[in-house]
Nanobody, 123 residues
Framework: QEQLVESGGGLVQPGGSLRLPCVASGFRLEYYTIGWFRQAPGKEREGVSC????????YYADSVKGRFTISRDYAKNTVWLQMKGLKVEDTAVYYCATADVVGGLCITDKHDWGQGTRVTVSS
């Protein structure tokens, strides 16, 4: 079946780095804009970053610009989220999904989010 599976989360100290893979199966991800989303405890889910289906244009939430990088690995059918300079406020469960960019913001109509991958930034 067609699916996207995220992983790579864990516990990291403030200022540290993590790289999260989003692996597509059952379809080729280059035909879709792919987004990363996150939900912190007690907060609403928000868009973090998207990579376009055309020319690999990238988009980032203001809160992560300069710290996070999204990229595609076509050979591995994977979208990566490289996170550097992590802050406590980045603590959340992270999800990937097919997405669109509207007004410079990442959006998705995904409803079944699964378990995601948890990133905890703490000293």
């Amino acid at each position: 079946q067609e699916q996207l599976v995220e992983s790579g989360g864990g516990l990291v100290q403030p200022g540290g780095s993590l790289r999260l893979p989003c692996v597509a199966s059952g379809f080729r991800l280059e035909y879709y804009t792919i987004g990363w989303f996150r939900q912190a405890p007690g907060k609403e889910r928000e868009g973090v970053s998207c990579i376009s289906s055309t020319d690999d244009y990238t988009y980032y939430a203001d809160s992560v610009k300069g710290r996070f990088t999204i990229s595609r690995d076509y050979a591995k059918n994977t979208v990566w989220l490289q996170m550097k300079g992590l802050k406590v406020e980045d603590t959340a469960v992270y999800y990937c999904a097919t997405a669109d960019v509207v007004g410079g913001l990442c959006i998705t109509d995904k409803h079944d989010w699964g378990q995601g991958t948890r990133v905890t930034v703490s000293s």
